[in-house]
């Protein structure tokens, strides 16, 4: 994968970040956390707009970024293909170059991972990437901060990817790298992750569709759905694919006794996750959801103050 252009600071996967940015981003999203639980008002962007650009639906990733502008003193303006000129066929590269004229900053949500590229090589303000069929690198920023918060550095740790080798798994490998934790990734034969982020992270993965054993000994257990945003017609065929790979309370018994559950969400109860797990109490799904704001948020900082 390319590691966007530095002249403007993109962020486009989690290495577009060096590991002590990483780092660094994850403790201050849980300083801005502190303050804005405390309710103090810090408004660093001040005037400044957030354009974004979603191609695919969205709860969580919407209202943070929207949200987190707003706490920032700032504003963001939410753009759908149905109502914008992109939708009718306006190439991505005038696009980029017509709102990074007026915004200070653009998200982009959307299918090919290249669209975001070639948004972000036509803008001259950062771009940052809010999900491609690739990878979702802020879903990162705030599960890793959910783990720091709950079980301190994740160096030297065991995580357990169970399901489908997708977007999620692929910024996971990242983070693995990045933050020198061991991954396994329990899938079934074919649906594995991308040869490109194997060959980029292979030192720290290990496939494997033993999915009792994968989770065996780890400290942390994440999934995610089973059929991914324009992956609708296949639901079917990947039911039957992805039978054997649901996390119930017999798998999180084979893991650590203090291990942790993640899902990035929207969760299908009863599919990848049993409910007794997902709603138990090593399930921090509350968290991670609650972090995209604050992660994001220091992410922002991150880009246009620093
Ligand atoms: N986890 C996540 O990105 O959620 P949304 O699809 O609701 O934004
Ligand atoms: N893998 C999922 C993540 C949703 C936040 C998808 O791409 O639909």
């Known amino acids: 994968m390319k590691t966007s252009n530095k002249t403007v600071r993109h962020f486009l996967t989690l290495t577009d970040l060096s590991s002590t940015e990483f780092r660094d981003i994850i403790e201050r999203a849980s300083e801005l ?56 066929g306006e190439p991505v590269e005038d696009s980029a170059r017509v709102l990074s004229s007026m915004a200070d900053c653009l998200m ?20 940052i990437n809010g999900l491609t069929d690739d990878v979702h690198p802020c879903q990162l920023l705030a599960d890793m901060q959910a783990y720091f918060e709950h079980r301190g550095d994740i160096r030297g740790k065991t995580v357990t990817w169970v399901g489908d080798g997708n977007n999620m798994c692929h910024s996971y490998m990242h983070a693995a790298k990045m933050l020198e934790f061991k991954l396994n990734i329990a899938c079934p034969k074919g649906f594995e992750p991308q040869q490109a982020f194997i060959d980029e992270t292979h030192d ?49 018994a084979r893991a650590n006794d203090d291990a942790l559950f993640m899902h990035c969400l929207p969760a299908h109860r009863g599919e990848e996750v049993s409910a007794d797990v997902i709603d138990g109490t090593q399930s921090v799904v509350w968290d991670e959801a609650e972090n ?5 948020k220091a992410l922002l900082e991150f880009l246009l103050v620093n």
């Open 108 to 127: 982009v949500r959307t299918f090919e991972h290249e669209k975001a590229e070639l948004l972000a090589e036509y803008s001259s303000v950062p771009v």
């Open 33 to 88: 956390k502190a303050m804005q639980h405390r309710g103090e008002i810090f408004e660093p962007l001040k005037n400044k707009v957030l354009a974004m650009i979603f191609e695919k639906s969205s709860t969580r990733t919407r209202v943070s970024f929207e949200t987190g502008m707003a706490q920032f003193g700032g504003h963001a303006i939410f753009l759908s293909p149905r109502d914008t000129q992109l939708g009718r």
């Open 292 to 296: 995209r704001l604050h992660a994001q």
């Open 204 to 252: 720290f993965i290990e496939i494997t569709q033993d999915v009792a054993a994968a989770c065996t000994g780890s400290d942390l257990i994440v999934t995610d759905v089973w059929a991914s945003m324009g992956q609708e017609e296949e639901q079917k065929i990947r039911e039957q694919a992805f039978a054997d790979f649901q996390v119930n309370s017999e798998l999180m």
